[in-house]
């Protein structure tokens, strides 16, 4: 049914940036939030930035000032441009929607199958 593709996650040096992109594709009413979440070694799942179906954007703390968070609402996709990154950004990253399919259906959550990030130092 609704499918995420993520692409753009690579090897770059402390200082890069790297822009991660998710288009969603398949049966969508309606969009209720689009963002992502990262998850490092050793570490749980964390978000990274969500930007709602009327624009509100929230960051994590560690990504304020650095990462930015926009979408092209004709195409359902998301982007993520990463920049001054860190190693401690080396994670996978996983593109999220909440998303309503029908008309008549329940909100849902989908995701992607996460890009991975490396930043070496």
């Known amino acids: 049914q609704v499918q995420l593709v993520e692409s753009g996650g690579g090897l770059v040096q402390a200082g890069g940036s790297l822009r991660l992109s998710c288009a969603a594709s398949?049966?969508?009413?309606?969009?209720?939030?689009m963002g992502w979440y990262r998850q490092a070694p050793g570490k749980q799942r964390e978000l990274v930035a969500t930007?709602?179906?009327?624009?509100?954007?929230n960051y994590a703390d560690s990504v304020k000032g650095r990462f930015t968070i926009s979408r092209d609402n004709a195409k359902n996709t998301v982007y993520l441009q990463m920049n001054s990154l860190k190693p401690e950004d080396t994670a996978v990253y996983y593109c999220n929607l909440d998303a309503v399919p029908t008309a008549r259906g329940v909100p849902w959550v989908y995701w992607g199958q996460g890009t991975q990030v490396t930043v070496s130092s």
């Open positions: 930007i709602t179906g009327g624009g509100r954007i």
């Open positions: 398949g049966s969508i009413f309606k969009i209720n939030v």
